[in-house]
């Protein structure tokens, strides 16, 4: 990396962790995010698509394209209004850049306490969660596989093989989890690179000699596009184990009643 490109980096990310609470607007952006990923898979169930292990992860990699479109917003309402570029001194360490939540800032999107900084904690959670489908859930009338339970013959618990896989499951969600929160962990440095990538550098180019310019999308990708992988693989991994515990089931929600009448 460019080393003064490094050094504005750097000196943006400080501003914006002092004044701008990146994490809680990532986690805003990530919670809708996660809404537009159960959207989508509830209309891939409603349109046929019952096998969780496919539709997860497809929901997944649609919800991590309307992330980056987020992203691309939030950038659009940050660009700077910078009245005369030939008056701001190049002097990288004490260089005074117009950005969100500096007391002069004026233009753009605020990083506040209420309103449009209001976050919720990490978006992934919400893929599988509500998705409750219409489909009729696993419930059979006669007795079920070698049911090891004792007594009455009405319903069985589960099985070990049905635990196992449950448990796989849920591991699997709680590292995909785990890995859409990273997001969220490197909320600072990925504002502060997009930032200086999409507006900072193409506005002071003229000044900064030297600095490597390069496309927003580059950084945005490069610091999300691996938990985002891992987050759809490891949802796939979960509806996959779901439904070898509940095979009548077609959502998370049928296996939580499936689990919870046994």
């Excluded at 009405?154 to 049905?162: A, K, P, Q, R, T």
């Amino acid at each position: 990396m460019n080393r003064r490109r490094e050094r504005i980096i750097r000196l943006v990310k400080s501003r914006l962790s002092r004044k701008g609470r990146p994490r809680l607007l990532v986690s805003l952006i990530l919670l809708v995010t996660g809404i537009a990923g159960f959207l989508v898979s509830f209309l891939l169930l409603r349109s046929g698509m019952t096998r969780m292990w496919l539709r997860y992860p497809l929901a997944i990699l649609f919800a991590y394209c309307v992330f980056l479109l987020l992203l691309r917003l939030w950038l659009f309402l940050q660009r700077p209004r910078i009245p005369d570029i030939d008056d701001i001194n190049t002097d990288l360490p004490s260089i005074d850049i117009n950005l969100p939540g500096s007391p002069n800032y004026s233009e753009g999107f605020q990083f506040s306490g209420g309103g449009g900084d209001a976050g919720g904690a990490g978006a992934g959670g919400s893929w599988g969660q509500g998705l409750f489908s219409s489909s009729s859930p696993s419930s059979s009338g006669s007795g079920g596989s070698s049911s090891a339970s004792s007594g009455s013959g009405g319903g069985g618990g589960l099985d070990l093989d049905e635990g196992f896989f449950i448990i796989v499951a849920i591991v699997a969600i709680a590292g995909a989890l785990i890995a859409i929160l990273y997001v969220v962990y490197v909320a600072p440095a990925l504002l502060a690179e997009i930032l200086v990538d999409g507006v900072l550098v193409a506005g002071l180019y003229r000044k900064l000699k030297g600095v490597e310019q390069r496309h927003w999308l580059r950084a945005a990708v490069r610091q999300t596009i691996l938990p985002a992988l891992i987050a759809a693989m490891l949802f796939s991994v979960a509806g996959y184990a779901l439904q070898r515990a509940a095979p009548k089931a077609h959502s998370i929600g049928e296996v939580w009643r499936y689990v919870m009448e046994d």
